[in-house]
């Protein structure tokens, strides 16, 4: 029962910590631009390899 008394800070510690590191992510400009990797891993920059 005392393993209680150290575990159950040390989760609502490790919460709180997630937390703070999520709204740094939201404020640092990390989720605003969604699409725009998916959209340029698709685009075919490359020039074709001429067979010459």
Not at 19 to 48: C, E, H, N, T, Y
């Amino acid at each position: 029962m005392s393993f209680l008394i150290w575990m159950i800070p040390l989760a609502i510690g490790m919460g709180l910590l997630g937390l703070v590191a999520f709204l740094w992510s939201l404020r640092s400009g990390q989720f605003d631009d969604l699409d725009g990797a998916a959209q340029r891993i698709l685009m075919d920059d490359d020039k074709p390899i001429s067979g010459d």
